[in-house]
């Protein structure tokens, strides 16, 4: 950015719900120069109070499943029930480059220009699981501009869905129609995070295949515990393509929000993801105090090279680089 703009005044263009605005508010909270980081801080805080009202969605699955034609489905079936809908999407980025694809507003035609949604792709490029470290506070400036629905897109690995799952308050996996197999490659966890499995491909001469699918899908959850004593996740069967079983998809979302409502866990979820929240983004700051301190930077060579020749304890080598950054 070629400047850092007033705060105030930014925070209230972003509740009027000016889209220009909110875009570069994202760019502010994405920024690494100092000076950005610190009007970002400042423009969280001030738009904090008009947070936590929207609906939180984590949506993960493996490549091929269709997760930007399931988002595009969804949210245009939320729009049209006069839904703004925000969709925050982690693009994997180049190994080489660290560059961004930034390719779901293509994948997501129809949101792309709706005006009552805002697709916002962000770069995954170092940063643990794929999920970008800004998304959270992403999440709150979106919900500050008036979205009360935000759909969070996981890259599907496993590190990214938990993240994903500790934001949000409905955490919905999608998977394929395959051959009989379907609970071969299953991940246990997956399982254990999701709120609702939805199996997509669900028409056509795929359609009996998706629901075989579902049935075994279902007896594997009843063999496991439940994340939460309120609520047995589903499995539903759907077509992105074609739209059917979407409104269904979204029915359980609700019905689930009701339910962890009414028996307090909502609240007590979201108080504990604020924690949790606090605690991430210390663990950010103390690594990044590790990588840019030229003193420890010069001695961590010899530490590594020390433990990793049995003449250093790891136990020791802590406490030094430890010692050293004044812990």
């Known amino acids: 950015m070629a400047s850092t703009p007033d705060i105030a005044a930014l925070a209230r263009r972003v509740?009027?719900?000016?889209?220009?605005?909110?875009?570069?508010?994202?760019?502010?909270i994405e920024s690494k120069h100092a000076d950005h980081q610190s009007k970002a801080h400042q423009l969280v805080q001030e738009l904090l109070p008009s947070t936590g009202h929207a609906i939180r969605v984590g949506i993960t699955g493996a490549p091929g499943v269709g997760k930007?034609?399931?988002?595009?489905a969804l949210g245009t079936h939320l729009t049209s029930q006069g839904h703004k809908v925000a969709v925050l999407a982690v693009d994997p980025s180049s190994?080489?480059?660290?560059?961004?694809?930034?390719?779901?507003?293509t994948r997501m035609a129809r949101l792309a220009v709706?005006?009552?949604?805002?697709?916002r792709p962000s770069p995954s490029s170092g940063t643990l699981g794929g999920v970008t470290a800004k998304t959270r506070e992403t999440m709150l400036l979106c919900e500050a501009a008036g979205f009360d629905v935000v759909l969070v897109e996981t890259v599907g690995t496993g590190?990214?869905?938990?993240a994903v799952a500790?934001?949000?308050?409905?955490?919905?996996?999608l998977m394929l129609p395959g051959g009989g197999d379907e609970l071969q490659g299953i991940k246990k966890g997956l399982v254990e995070l999701a709120d609702m499995i939805a199996v997509n491909k669900a028409d056509g001469e795929n359609l009996k295949r998706a629901q075989a699918a579902a049935a075994e899908y279902r007896a594997a959850l009843h063999i496991l515990t439940p994340r939460s004593l309120n609520w047995n996740p589903p499995v539903l069967t759907y077509s992105a393509l074609t739209g059917d079983g979407v409104a269904e998809l979204w029915a359980q979302v609700v019905l689930?929000?009701?339910?962890?409502?009414r028996s307090g866990e909502r609240t007590?979820?979201?108080?504990?993801?604020?924690v949790k929240w606090m605690w991430s983004m210390l663990n950010d700051r103390v690594l990044a105090r590790l990588k840019s301190d030229a003193g420890l930077r010069a001695r961590l060579p010899a530490i590594e090279a020390a433990v990793a020749e049995g003449r250093l304890s790891a136990t020791l080598a802590v406490a030094e680089i430890a010692e050293t950054l004044g812990f």
């Open 15 to 28: 509740r009027d719900g000016d889209r220009a605005m909110l875009a570069r508010a994202i760019t502010l």
């Open 68 to 72: 930007s034609t399931s988002i595009d």
């Open 95 to 105: 190994s080489r480059t660290g560059g961004s694809i930034l390719g779901d507003k």
């Open 114 to 119: 709706d005006d009552n949604a805002f697709v």
């Open 159 to 162: 590190q990214s869905e938990t």
């Open 166 to 173: 500790d934001m949000t308050d409905f955490f919905l996996a």
């Open 256 to 261: 689930h929000r009701e339910c962890m409502g």
């Open 268 to 274: 007590t979820l979201r108080r504990e993801q604020q």
